[in-house]
Every structure is written in C-alpha cells, then in structure tokens.
C-alpha cells in the first residue's frame, strides 16, 4: 500500500509534457509499476485468505454459541419443572428470565455476526475484483514492455495515467475495506468477550446444577419425610375434617332450629307490636277523648263553679232578705196581735181606723209568702245542681282511675317490648356468631375440598400417565373368568365327587401356582394385567353398598382418603359380622356335632358294620382337621382354628389399610406378605369349605348346611374384595413417579450438557490454533 502512494503520488506529480520529456526514464518507472502492482496482487490474495479465515471463525463462534445457548436454554426449562415439581420454582424463575435476557443479547449479536459475515463477502467481491483488475493491468504492462518499441512510449503514458486513475479507486477500495476489516476485529473480539462471558455463564450454571443436585437430594429426603408427615397430617386433617363436619352438621340443625324459634319470636314480637300499636291508638284516641271532655267538663265546672258562686250571693242576699221577712213578719204578728186586742176592746172604731194598714199588711205578707216559695224553688235547684256537681266529680275520678290503668297497662307493655327486643338482639347475635362459625367452617372446608380436588387432579394426571398400562390386562381377566367359570360350574354340580374335588384342589394349587410365581421384579406384569381393575372396584362398592343397605352404587371409582377410611368402616364392620357369623356357625357345629354324637349309638344299634366304617372315616378326616380329637376337647379347637382364621383375615384387612394410608414409599416385599397371607387364608378356607362339604354328607340326616355355605360365599367374597383393594393399592403405587428415573433422566442431561460444553471448547481452541497459524505463517511472509 505504501508503495502503491508512491507511485499514485509520483504520477499526480509528473504531467503529460513532463512525461514526453522523460521518455528515456519510462522504462524504469514501467519496472517499478510492475513491482508495485504484482506487490499489491499479493497483498490482495493474502488480504482475501484473511477475510475467508475471519467468516470461518464468525460462522464458528456463531454456530457455537447458539448450540451453547440452546442447550443451555433446555437445562434452564427442565430445570425449572424439576424445580415446579420439587416446590421450588421461585428461584428458578429469576435465572429463566436472566437467560431469556440473554437470548435476547445473543440474538442481537448473532445479527451484527451475520452483517459482518455480510460486509466480508463484500469485501472479498471487491477484492477479488481489484485482484483480478490488477492482474489484467500487470499483463498489459508486461506486455507493453516485451512487445512495444521505445517510438510508442506516449501510447504507454496514456495507458498509464488511466492505470493511476485505477490505482487511486482502488486505494480508495482498499481503505474502504480497511475500515470494514477493523471493525469486523471489534465485532470479533466482543463476540469474543461474549463468549467468554457465556462460558462463564455456563461454569455458574454448572455450579448451581451441582447445588441442585444436593439439593434434591436434601429436597427427596425432605419429601421422604415430608410425605410421611403428610400422611399423618391428611390423617388428623380427616379425624378433624370428619368431627368439623358433625359439628357443621350439628351447628347447621341448631342454627335451624334457632331460626325456627327466632322466626316463630319476631312473629310474637310482630304479632305483639300490632296489638301494641293498636292498643296505643285506641288508648291515644280515648286518652284524646277523655281529655278533650276534661277539658269541656272543667270549663263547665268552672261556669258551674261561677254559677254556684253566684247562687250562694243570691242564697245569701235571699237569706239576709228571708231573715229581714221573718223580722217583719214577727214585727207584723205582734202587731196583728195588737191590733186584734185593740179590736176586741173597740171593736167599731178600730176596725175603721184599722182597716187600711191591715190590707197593706196582708199584701206584705203575701209577698213575703211568694218570695218563700221563690227561695224553695231556688233551694231546690241548688241542690240539684250540687248532685249534679258530685256526679261529675265522681266520674272525673272515675275517668282519673281508667287513665292510670291505661298508663300502668302501656309502662307494662314497653317493659314486655323491652324485654322481647332484648331477647331478639341476643338472638340476632347468637345467630350472627353461629353464622360466623358456620362461614369459618365453610371455609375450612372449602379449602379442604380444594385441597381434595388438587389431590384428586394430581391422580387424574397419573391415571393418564398410566392409562396404557391397562391395555394389556385382558389375558388375566380371561384367565380368571375362565377359572371362575369352571369353579361355578364345579360348585353348581349337585353330586360333588372325588374327582370334583381333585380337580377343584387342582384348581387351587394351579392359582396359587400362578401368584406363587410373582415376586419383586414381576410386578410390572402385574400392573400390565390390571386390567379388572374397574369390574373388581365396582364389585367391592357392590359389597359395600350390600352390606350398608344401600340402593345406588356409583359407577365412578373413587380414590380419595376419605373414601378410603369408610371402604375400611364398611370392612370392619364386615370381618365384625363375619366374627359373629362364624361364632354362630361354630355354635351350630358343636350343637349339630353334639347332635351327630346322640345319633351315633343309635346307628351302632342299626348297623354295626356302617358304624364301623363312619366311625373311621370320620375319625381319619376329623383327626387331620383338627376339628374333633379323642381327649373330649373339641370346642376348645374349633375356637382356636376360627379365631386364628379371623385373626389372619383381620391382620390381611390392616395391612391393606396400611397400604391404603401409605401409596407412595411401599416395599415389594409387604406386598409380597399380604399376598402370602391371602393365599394361606385361602387355603385355609378352601380346606374349611371342604371340611364343612364332607360334614354336611356325613350329617346329612341332622341338619342342613345351607347357612355353611352362605358364611362360606361371604368369606370368599371378602376374601376377593381385599384382594382387589390390594391391587388398588398396587396400581396406586406404580402410577407414582419414581425417583431413581427422575435422578437418572437429571445425569443423562447433565452428561449432553457435559458434551455441549467439550464440544463448543474443542471448536473454539481448533479455531484459535487455526487463527494463531494463520497470524504465524503472515508474520513469516
């Protein structure tokens, strides 16, 4: 380059005139042309090398870091359920969103990688162009020299100043290309300085996927415990959600029956407000009455008052005028008396001279005589009015006497009012705390049902998980409708022979041939034959509604704890009337054995031949069962074998609530002993039914053995319903996720991680040795 400015420079520098004046030194710039641009074709070739290595190592990195980065992406998301499933997904979280960050950095870088792999191209098109320029004008100048004479060396100035001109393009060119390549070196060592930073990226990844994994180991034996923690809590959560009910139940018919005296108390109150009210109004109304006729009658008293005063002025000026009569009549007599006197002594001359005032004196007197009368009358109205006054006291009193009562009946009507609305506000608050505590309740068992509910999705999703699993259980349902069948059909036949039972005994040893040969790895097998799943649950709730008188049977299986916990009442209660039944069935075997003993002499007397023969059969027989001995201690036995029966049943029924209560860390080998504890007891009631066939031939004649083979059916039928509760449990067992894969499927991933990772390392070092080699073999150019 420096020597092509040189000469771009020497040739700005000489013109046209300058050149046909140097003629004789054209030949040794033609030289020095030549050298600068065979100098510059190489340097072009090397520069195209250089660019082809820089896109190598572009695609590389690229290529590299978004495998790393995918990878890495798919740890961090399986991580993250691991993490969802382990209960830790919070954590998880952050890093998932700092690596999607970091997507969206490496998405970014993978763009400006692919503009540089872009403007490489580019540029090796104009190189490769220059190149090619260069090498057609290094032929032409070669063979200007060998071919042209000294006489033609201004066709060749020409030529060469358009060669300068072409020169100067490409030293642009070349600057141009200059620039694209230092800022490809910048985009270069930042996608480097990415990498790195990805690689330590991964190393921390690394590290939290080792703190992962002890912590899942921590978190399994945690969830070891926890579960069983669990088990017990749901365990209590039960016995405490079963007392809540009842005391929701209880609470709800209190609450009812508080709402019944409530409703039935607000309609006394209502119904004693309206009487109240109306008692109100019509005391208000007579009050209003009585008090507006007080009112009348008191202004008529005080008129009467007035009045009264007025006629004692009157009876008192009319007595002042009676007494002032009474004088004037006195006043007269004296004087009539005179006068009489007078007119007996001068009986002519008096009466003459008498005559005019005894005629005024009689006129006097009648009018003394008329105002008597007036004042008689008078009198007599005064006392009228007086009764009149009295009457209207006592019925003002009368009236006084009412107003109080009414007043005392009202205070005690508020006081009952009192009283009931007091009642009614205690009410009202007992019955918004029981409300409180029925919607507390509600709540608890709200989210007890959710709780249920997410339990029960947990087990629809391992159903699904494990639905193929049923698919290949047809050949055992089959096989035991086949066996079923040939055991009804050997049971139906009323002449049970020797050869029936061989071949029921056959029956029994090839089915316990066959469970015999499960073991701890057959369980599999086992699973894959479950497909009589559904017909034996439906048969179990069969037995249970029979057994609870009930009508309606769900079709639906049901798996929850609760569910559960009544299947195991409802057992109980079962092996508790199978208790009594075989007590009863024990006592009809040693009264029909007591029986049997009174008919013996009186078959020796018959026959002493058929006795003989009896007498041994039964000797043989019952010897070997352990039911009749010698020694005269029989019923001794018979207790002893039936309670050992109903002990191993009873212990069958525990450990299948033990697995009920424990679904998911159960050892093979308790399910190994509950299945050997099924065969034996089996057997053992294989053997009684048998025993108790035999009895019934040789007892015939006493009594029926009808109530034998009914206890026997539903001895064999709980028998089948603790087998299928033990498959429940099993399948319940395969459906959960194990661990050991789960850690297993954690190790294949960590390995590919493991490989990614070796195998980015491995590029990026071939490529750095790549690019060292290349810079070596420059630097010795």
Known sequence: LALFDAVNGSGERYSKEELNDTARSMGASEMLNITSTADLLSKSLVLTEDLGEVKKKLSVLQSACARLFEKLRGTANFLQTLLEELGAGDRGRELLAEIEALRIDLDHSLATAVDISRDIEAAEESIGNLSAHLQRSLLNCSFGISSVPSSENQQNASALSRAHRAYRRLNADLA????????????????????????????????????????????????????????????????????????????????????????????????????????????????????????????????????????????????????????????????????????????????????????????????????????????????????????????????????????????????????????????????????????????????????????????????????????????????????????????????????????????????????????????VELTNKAKTLSSFTKRMYALAAQWSDEDVIDSEISYKSIDLNHLYHTYARILKSLSDGLNELRDKITSDRAKLQSIIPEEQQNSQQTRTESSRSNNDELGTSSFITANGSQNELVSVDMRALFNEADQVVQKLKVISNRPKFLHNAEVLEVLSNMRSLRLQIDWLRKRSQHYEKTKENVAPMEALQLENERLQAVLADAKILLQRAHERLSKLPNSREMCEQILREMNEIGKAMKATTREVRRAGSRSRNTISAKNYK
């Not at 009614?424 to 509600?442: F, I, M, P, V």
């Not at 055992?476 to 036949?493: D, I, P, Q």
């Open 176 to 523: 141009n290309e200059k620039m694209k390549t230092n800022e490809a070196m910048e985009l270069n060592e930042k996608l480097q300085a990415h990498v790195t930073d990805l690689e330590e990226s991964k190393q921390k990844l690394i590290d939290e996927l080792d703190e992962l994994k002890k912590n899942m180991v921590e978190k399994e034996n945690e969830m070891i415990s926890s579960v069983k923690d669990m088990e017990i809590q749901l365990q209590y959560k039960n016995q405490q959600y079963d007392e809540q009910y009842e005391k929701v139940h209880e609470l709800q018919h209190e609450i009812k029956t508080k709402e019944s005296i409530a409703a039935a108390r607000e309609a006394e109150v209502k119904q004693l407000r309206d009487q109240m009210t109306v008692k109100c109004r019509e005391l208000e109304t007579q009050v209003a009455g009585l008090t507006h006729t007080l009112k009348t009658k008191d202004e008529s008293i005080k008129k009467l008052n007035i009045d009264i005063e007025d006629y004692k002025d009157q009876l008192l000026s009319r007595n002042n005028e009676l007494a002032h009569y009474r004088n004037e009549i006195i006043e007269l007599d004296n004087k009539m008396c005179q006068l009489i006197s007078a007119m007996k002594e001068n009986l002519g001359i008096v009466v003459e001279q008498v005559d005019k005032p005894i005629i005024e004196e009689a006129n006097a007197e009648i009018r003394a005589l008329a105002q008597l009368s007036q004042i008689g009358t008078d009198l007599e109205e005064f006392t009228k009015i007086s009764q009149y006054i009295a009457d209207l006291r006592n019925r003002m009193i009368k009236l006084q006497q009412d107003l109080d009562l009414c007043e005392r009946s009202r205070d005690a009507i508020n006081t009952k009012c009192r009283g009931l609305s007091d009642q009614n506000t205690y009410l009202e608050t007992e019955y918004d705390e029981a409300k409180q505590k029925l919607l507390t309740l509600q709540q608890q068992i709200q989210s007890e049902r959710e709780s249920a509910k997410m339990m029960e999705r947990d087990l629809q999703r391992l159903k699904s998980e494990n639905s193929y699993v049923k698919e290949n259980n047809e050949r055992l349902t089959n096989m035991l409708m086949n066996v079923e069948a040939k055991h009804e059909e050997l049971t139906s036949k009323p002449n049970c022979s020797s050869i029936s039972e061989r071949q029921h005994s056959e029956r029994y040893t090839l089915t316990t041939g066959t469970m015999t040969l499960l073991s701890s790895h057959d369980f």
